[in-house]
């Protein structure tokens, strides 16, 4: 046996249990390993609780009090906590998962135990998208790229076994000579080989999720994997290339295996709200949707899930409000279609965004409109191009994120070449972090429009000159 410490760096009280680590967790424990995990969520990092506060400030989300569900800010110090669980849990391998915007609160946690020898791996897709980075920057002695299940399953048999373990498929090892041995890939996981995800490894308190006027104990349970399409903000582009001849990088899950981990997780935890992970919860054939929606009547339990407008039809959201369908986040992203289209790579019409928008207001279902403000080479005119569709939309919730260049995404490429960040920057955070340095839109323009996004959409036009004060 292998025990195995699993860190997930996140945001400061973002609520909702991730697939990633919960799929890792199973995966060890399934070939015997114990595995325990160290959770930042609780703990009030500066940036982390500017982040988490910024969607209320933005007038895009009420303020919840999650108190009276226990759900509470840590008073003790997060980096002593976390080398008091490595001293005394003594793990034989110590894994962290992070995106782009937690990676320097992993550094500082790794940093911390240097002088800890044990075997130290880190994981996610900041990790896949840019490996050199990561590995020759940190005290690490290896990272996984690309999907980590079976590889960190493989290490965890190894080290049990005393094996070597320098050329297990997915990871780059670094050596004693500083040299690094860069393995390479494992084919594509077949989701339905995966168990069921363990969500014994948090606290209870990590179920509580705010939606809309409700708090539920809510939970994330992966339906699809990937994306077909390629969007010039999204690393799912390089990630379908990174993995060319390993299996089709987007797959889906059979519908037997989600139906039976929903109502495992409704039974055992008590799960009231579900958010089901797929990039697009209608991308799928008739035949695929007629079994959803019939095996799905079993269940009882309200979710809410992704879409894209262009899927959007008056039978599906029908069928889908009958089986407890309460919200439907859609990403409009621009209302330019011009821009939309040869700058993010999105080829649909703010005719069809419309359309989409009018037909799930017909139901019961909830709607958010998800737009991003601050792209390269964006000037205001163009943000307002965006207000304006969103004025038309007039969904139930509207976000307006700020535009985030992540590694690996044709849009990041072109910030560095426009010269608005350095070539070396690692990207914040979505929701209060204006990070392009543009002379035709600058952060504290980016940052207000942001501020006044949902006052803009919400007002009449004549009350706009007092916003803009705002």
Not at 234 to 259: A, D, M, T, V
Not at 365 to 377: R, Y
Request: glycine share 6%; aromatic share 10%.
């Amino acid at each position: 046996m292998t025990k195995v410490l699993l860190i997930y760096v996140n945001g400061f009280m973002d609520n909702l249990v991730p697939i990633g680590v919960s799929l890792l967790s199973s995966c060890l424990k399934n070939e015997g390993h114990e595995v325990k995990l160290f959770d930042t969520t609780f703990y009030r990092t500066e940036e982390g609780a500017r982040r988490n506060e910024a969607r209320v400030k933005t007038l895009q989300v009420k303020k919840t009090d999650l108190s009276k569900y226990g759900v509470r800010e840590k008073d003790t110090n997060m980096v002593e906590d976390f080398r008091e669980m490595v001293r005394y849990f003594k793990p034989g391998l110590v894994g962290f998962s992070v995106v782009e915007s937690t990676f320097p609160l992993a550094q500082e946690l790794l940093k911390s135990i240097e002088d800890y020898d044990v075997p130290k791996i880190m994981g996610g897709v900041h990790v896949t998208m840019n490996p050199s980075d990561v590995i020759n920057n940190l005290s690490l002695e290896m990272i996984c790229v690309g999907e980590g299940e079976e590889a960190i399953v493989e290490l965890a048999n190894k080290i049990r076994n005393n094996e070597d373990y320098l050329e297990v498929q997915n990871l780059w090892v670094k050596k004693s000579d500083g040299s690094i041995i860069k393995n390479s890939l494992r084919p594509l996981v077949d989701l339905d080989d995966l168990p069921m995800t363990d969500w014994s490894i948090y606290e209870k308190e990590r179920f509580f999720k705010p939606m809309g006027d409700e708090i539920n104990i809510s939970g994330t349970i992966e339906l699809n994997r990937g994306c077909t399409h390629k969007c010039a903000f999204c690393c799912n582009k390089e990630l379908q290339l990174i993995h060319k001849g390993l299996g089709r990088y987007p797959r889906q899950r059979s519908i037997e295996k989600f139906i039976e981990e929903v109502k495992a997780k409704k039974r055992d935890y008590g799960l009231q709200y579900l958010y089901i992970v797929a990039e697009n919860l209608l991308q799928m054939t008739p035949e695929r949707f007629d079994k959803f929606i019939d095996l799905y009547r079993e269940v009882d339990l309200p979710f809410w899930a992704q879409a894209r407008p262009e899927t959007i039809t008056e039978d599906k959201v029908a069928r889908l409000e009958e089986v407890g369908c309460k919200l439907f986040s859609i990403g409009v992203e621009h209302g330019n279609e011009t821009f939309r289209r040869e700058t993010l790579n999105r080829f649909v019409s703010n005719e069809k965004i419309i359309k989409a928008f009018k037909i799930i207001k017909q139901s019961k279902i909830k709607v958010c409109a998800n737009s991003i403000i601050g792209f390269p080479t964006e000037t205001r005119e163009l943000v307002f191009d965006t207000i304006r569709l969103n004025k038309q939309l007039q969904a139930d919730y509207m976000i307006a994120n700020i535009f985030v260049p992540y590694q690996g995404t044709k849009l990041r490429d072109l910030a560095v070449e426009m010269g608005y960040i350095s070539e070396g920057f690692v990207a914040g955070d979505y929701r209060s972090d204006a990070m392009l340095d543009m002379p035709q839109l600058s952060r504290e323009e980016i940052l207000g429009l942001q501020r006044t996004f949902s006052l803009y959409a919400k007002l009449p036009k004549d009350r706009w000159p007092e916003i803009k004060i705002a």
